[in-house]
Every structure is written in C-alpha cells, then in structure tokens.
C-alpha cells in the first residue's frame, strides 16, 4: 500500500522557526514535493526532493533521507501568512501522491 | 494569463443530476489529471491524461468520465450525482518532473 504520514496540525509564533515532518512508504519513488495550500486555493508547488540532503529556497527548505523514508519542511521566520496547509507527496511512477496535509497556524 | 483554469469554480446542483467541469491549461504541459479533495482536506488522484490518452484510471466509480478533445484540455462529466460526490476538483497539468504540478483553482461541487 500507499503511506504518506504528516501531523494533522501545528501551531506557533511570528518569527519563530517550525519543522513538519512526513513520513512514507510507497511501492516506488521517484522524488518528494512540499505544496503549500491556503484555504480555499489551489495547492502551490513549494519544493522538490528526489536526492538526499537539503534544498534551502530563501526562508523554506526541504530535507530528504530516502534511507529512512522521511522528509521535512522548515519554515523560517514565520510570517503570519505562513498560515496555510502544508503538503508532502511523493511522486510513485506516473503520479502524486498527496499526504493529509498539516495545518499550520501562526500566531503573533 | 491563467496557466490552469477550470470552471465552474462553484456548483450547487441536486442528486441525480448530470454535470460537467472544464479544465484548460496554456503551459504546453503533455500530461492532465483531476484530483478529489473531500472534506479532511485529503487530495487524491482519478486520472490523468497524457496527450489525450488515458493513463491512469484510479479506483473512481464509472459515473466520473474525463473527456480530452486535445492536449490542453480535460474535462470531467459526472453521471447521476451522490452526496458523497461534494468535493472539491481539482484540475492539475505537469510536464517536467522537478517543477511538479500546476493546480488550477479548483471547483467545489455541493450536491443537495
């Protein structure tokens, strides 16, 4: 079967940094996708993972451990508009699969 | 402008009914898919496209039928609407692996 495992929500503070973690077991792989979706938009791609190690793109990066099965997002200097659902997938041979989604809230 | 744009954007319709969702991309992507989005916020995927031939058929009553007249476009028609068909539809194109999916807008379908 299918696995992508993300916390169902998180919560903190303007300025503050915060880790969410995914985890995965899918029958294949071929690279790992963070999106980023407000309420009531479409999801927007973030980052790509298809290698070990980190991407860093301005305040947002992304690891992956292909060993272990697991990525995370970092988001830096947390801004209110940071506010949104944040999403893991994993691309499996010829399509997405999308994790539940974290739900960040970010606090002044 | 807009890279994927699918329409209605909302639509309320009654059990029983037959409707159709546009989806059109302008970025030359090869490949097209629709995605569910239920209530949980969950995205999963119902087919995709690659220049007009059908390549994946996920496990999708065959009440949904996507249509694709040419490479830049997708449509999805739903026969005889349930309740558990509310939603939100996603539209999506792609073409180089690294830059992912483009999403359109989304259409929320409320049956009633």
């Known amino acids: 079967g299918q696995n992508i495992d993300q916390p169902t929500e998180m919560t903190a503070t303007e300025g503050a940094i915060v880790q969410i973690n995914c985890t995965y077991q899918t029958s294949g792989f071929n690279g790992l996708f963070w999106y980023q979706q407000h309420a009531g938009e479409a999801p927007t791609f973030l980052s790509y993972n298809v290698l070990d190690g980190l991407e860093e793109k301005g305040r947002f990066s992304s690891f992956l451990s292909r060993s272990k099965g697991y990525s995370y997002l970092l988001l830096k200097e947390l801004q209110m508009k940071d506010s949104a659902s944040y999403l893991c997938?994993?691309?499996?041979?010829?399509?997405?699969?999308f994790g539940t989604g974290t739900r960040l809230q970010v606090f002044p | 402008d807009t890279a994927v744009s699918q329409t209605p954007k909302y639509l309320v319709t009654q059990m029983g009914n037959d409707k159709s969702i546009k989806c059109e991309q302008n970025?030359?992507?090869?490949?097209m898919y629709w995605y569910k989005q239920d209530s949980k916020k969950f995205l999963k995927i119902m087919f995709s496209y690659n220049n007009k031939e059908l390549i994946i058929n996920e496990t999708v009553p065959n009440r949904f039928s996507p249509k694709s007249p040419d490479k830049a476009h997708l449509n999805l028609h739903i026969n005889s609407l349930e309740l558990g068909d509310s939603a939100v539809y996603f539209c999506a194109s792609s073409n180089r692996l690294n830059y992912g999916y483009t999403f359109g807008s989304g259409t929320r379908l409320t049956v009633v």
């Open positions: 997938a994993v691309y499996n041979t010829d399509k997405l699969i």
């Open positions: 970025l030359g992507h090869d490949t």
